[in-house]
């Protein structure tokens, strides 16, 4: 404010010192230069207000930066100097806080720094290759040997030491794999089953030809078991609703066969079922694994409290008799007959306490 109040002065008493006809005179290029003389004579009140403020020339913080910088543009030698230093100091302190503790050793960066960096990059990579191939000589270590030692285990692996009997092992170990077996094709009906004089009584002709039909695989049926029904009334059909609806069995009726006891159907009629038609495993045995290999035959009746019928016990010989012929042979034997309780892995009383256990084993040699 006193500035501009001196300045209104001077132009003041200038004005009234030059006389009317001057003024006149005055060419406005004369106006002009008075008024730069007048400004240049005001200049050094802003200089004496300098001197109470030193500290933004000598500290480098942004807040003194920020305020000469309107100021400086009119005198060029002092103010030029100033700024050059301070835009690279802000630059600086500007990667500071973005860097703490590292922009230091930046400032250096020009000519020492490419040195270690290639040093401690040449460092890094002879140790890397060596950990590579270490790993890659101990991979190929063990597969070698395995593959080598597999060679003369086709042959037979040889054993060494002793049994605990003292008993040297110098044998070869001669394994037998278990579990699906090759296809060996279809078992074809036999003829003459049981002679070329049996009369079959309740094989009618055409239980017969449905046995026949099945397309039975060479050496899959390696028994025949023996169940009751545990009722003294029911037949296929009545079993095979039981057993979808409450034993909720996906392929129905559990049993291969079923001979009746003349309750629900003909006394020592027999009865196929579809698994049979089908040649699926059965769901008679409380295993898998059986079931698959095992025909099942279901003599209808409560064999612990009634004994079966003679119609039943003659069927039951006439259908195992057949079967035998049908599926074949098993590395030279017929398949193996017996009865539920003497094959099944939970303990049960099937086919009953009123079955005739010595017949079965001595007709079939079960």
């Keep these: 404010m006193r500035s501009i109040v001196t300045l209104c002065g001077l132009l003041f008493f200038l004005l009234a010192a030059l006389a009317p006809s001057a003024r006149a005179q005055l060419t406005e290029e004369q106006k002009r230069q008075l008024f730069l003389q007048a400004r240049e004579d005001i200049r050094p009140v802003p200089a004496a207000s300098s001197t109470p403020r030193p500290k933004p020339r000598a500290t480098s913080t942004p807040r003194p930066a920020l305020t000469p910088t309107p100021k400086p543009k009119a005198t060029p030698a002092p103010e030029e100097e100033e700024p050059t230093p301070t835009p690279k100091k802000q630059v600086k302190e500007d990667e500071e806080p973005a860097r703490p503790a ?8 020009d000519a020492p720094a490419p040195t270690p960096k290639k040093i401690s990059r040449e460092e890094e990579e002879p ?27 086709a042959g037979g692996q040889v054993p060494q030491g002793k049994t605990p009997g003292g008993v040297p092992l110098n044998a070869p170990i001669v394994i037998e ?22 009369r079959w009584k309740y094989l009618t002709p055409s239980v017969r030809r449905a046995i026949d039909q099945a397309r039975v695989k060479k050496g899959r049926w390696k028994y025949i078991i023996v169940h009751n029904s545990g009722t003294r009334q029911g037949n296929a059909r009545i079993f095979d609703v039981y057993h979808r609806r409450v034993r909720k069995m996906q392929n129905g009726l559990a049993y291969h066969f079923v001979i009746g006891n003349g309750s629900s159907s003909g006394d020592g009629e027999i009865e196929i079922g579809d698994r049979w038609r089908r040649q699926i495993n059965g769901g008679h045995v409380a295993s898998d694994y059986l079931n698959d290999i095992a025909i099942g035959i279901c003599l209808v009746g409560d064999l612990n409290r009634d004994r079966p019928t003679k119609a039943q016990m003659a069927a039951l010989d006439e259908l195992i008799v057949y079967l035998r012929g049908r599926v074949g042979k098993v590395k030279g034997k017929p398949a193996i007959v017996l009865p539920h309780k003497e094959i099944n892995p939970k303990p049960t009383d099937c086919p009953g306490n009123r079955f005739d256990y010595k017949w079965l084993k001595q007709k079939f040699g079960s």
């Design 102 to 109: 590292k922009s230091e050793p930046e400032k250096d960066e």
């Design 127 to 153: 140790p890397a290759q060596p950990q590579k191939t270490a790993r890659e000589e101990s991979t190929p270590a063990p597969a070698r040997p395995s593959e080598e030692d597999l060679k003369p285990a």
């Design 177 to 198: 794999k278990s579990g699906l077996e090759a296809d060996q094709g279809e078992q074809p009906p036999a003829k003459n089953i049981g002679g070329w004089f049996k």
